[in-house]
């Protein structure tokens, strides 16, 4: 079995403090993708290049403790591609994909943090202006090669995706527009919500992120918005799943799929 975890660090020093390369040893992880890594290259240097014996790869933002993401493998990528759409989104430091390609497979680990609109108009117009730049390159990477996105997409889809769905209607993350453009991924661009493939009918115990307000984590008023999505056949090969709640190493919690995949 490969295990791969997604999870949202909310700052890759707050993280590690906590347990999680612990928690990453213990589990066996072959593959993370992290996202809000809230650090830069020096910071990292010499402190988290490796977590509990997989290598790091990054994407930094320019902006001082602010997104990044990364991806922590036991195997060497054959390819490392940082950034998709060449400028503004880029500097903000929310696309890496590790490739591992042989003569007879393309396969691609993409870890990516969507931007959050929950600050006001302009970050929301932001959000907009990247789920139409990663629509079209999505679909061009479907057209030539497998991958598994692990990310902090910063949508719930459906309503059983978030505990007080009729009160966020209004709001960023579960906003109409957010929600169509989820299904047409997932509809008319064929990739796959590899968690609700395995688990349908969950609702409380799929959320993956609770505000830090109101004792939204003791109450489990949370939503599900990381996710692992997958080509078609990459989805077939998943077989177990679970969001670990024991220990708190960020706001999210670490999703894991376990696939019947050899790299």
Same mark, same amino acid.
């Given at each position: 079995?490969?295990?791969?975890?997604?999870?949202?660090?909310?700052?890759?020093?707050?993280?590690?403090?906590?347990?999680?390369?612990?928690?990453? +040893?213990?589990?066996?992880?072959? &593959?993370?993708?992290?996202?809000?890594?809230? /650090?830069?290259?020096?910071?990292? /240097?010499?402190?988290?290049?490796?977590?509990?014996?997989?290598?790091?790869?990054?994407?930094?933002?320019?902006?001082?403790?602010?997104?990044?993401?990364?991806?922590?493998?036991?195997?060497?990528?054959?390819?490392?591609?940082?950034?998709?759409?060449?400028?503004?989104?880029?500097? +903000?430091?929310?696309?890496?994909?590790?490739?591992?390609?042989?003569?007879?497979?393309?396969?691609?680990?993409?870890? &990516?943090?969507?931007?959050?609109?929950?600050?006001?108009?302009?970050?929301?117009?932001?959000?907009?202006?990247?789920?139409?730049?990663?629509?079209?390159?999505? *679909? *061009?990477?479907?057209?030539?090669?497998?991958?598994?996105? &692990?990310?902090?997409?910063?949508?719930?889809?459906?309503?059983?995706?978030?505990?007080?769905?009729?009160?966020?209607?209004?709001?960023?993350?579960?906003?109409?527009?957010?929600?169509?453009?989820?299904?047409?991924?997932?509809?008319?661009?064929?990739?796959?919500?590899?968690?609700?493939?395995?688990?349908?009918?969950?609702?409380?115990?799929?959320?993956?992120?609770?505000?830090?307000?109101?004792?939204?984590?003791?109450?489990?008023?949370?939503?599900?918005?990381?996710? *692992?999505?997958?080509?078609? /056949?990459?989805?077939?090969?998943?077989?177990?799943?679970?969001?670990?709640?024991?220990?708190?190493?960020?706001?999210?919690?670490?999703?894991?799929?376990?696939?019947?995949?050899?790299?």
């Amino acid at each position: 079995m490969f295990k791969l975890v997604s999870l949202n660090l909310n700052g890759i020093r707050s993280a590690t403090s906590k347990g999680l390369e612990t928690w990453i +040893e213990q589990t066996r992880s072959d &593959c993370m993708g992290v996202q809000e890594v809230k /650090a830069q290259a020096p910071d990292v /240097a010499g402190k988290f290049e490796q977590l509990a014996g997989l290598q790091g790869y990054f994407h930094y933002a320019e902006k001082k403790g602010y997104s990044g993401v990364g991806l922590y493998t036991r195997h060497t990528p054959s390819d490392v591609v940082t950034g998709f759409d060449g400028g503004e989104f880029d500097a +903000e430091g929310r696309y890496v994909e590790l490739r591992f390609d042989t003569p007879q497979r393309k396969l691609s680990l993409i870890s &990516c943090y969507f931007p959050s609109g929950s600050s006001g108009e302009e970050r929301q117009a932001a959000k907009y202006r990247f789920l139409d730049l990663i629509y079209p390159h999505l *679909q *061009q990477l479907r057209g030539q090669r497998e991958f598994i996105l &692990c990310g902090d997409v910063n949508i719930a889809h459906k309503e059983m995706d978030l505990k007080n769905w009729k009160g966020n209607l209004k709001n960023s993350g579960f906003l109409p527009e957010e929600r169509a453009w989820m299904t047409r991924l997932l509809d008319e661009g064929g990739l796959v919500d590899v968690y609700r493939r395995l688990q349908p009918d969950a609702t409380e115990a799929a959320y993956t992120w609770w505000s830090n307000r109101g004792q939204a984590y003791a109450k489990n008023v949370g939503w599900r918005i990381d996710y *692992q999505l997958a080509t078609p /056949a990459l989805a077939t090969l998943a077989r177990r799943e679970s969001i670990y709640k024991g220990e708190k190493f960020s706001d999210h919690a670490p999703l894991t799929i376990d696939y019947e995949l050899g790299l």
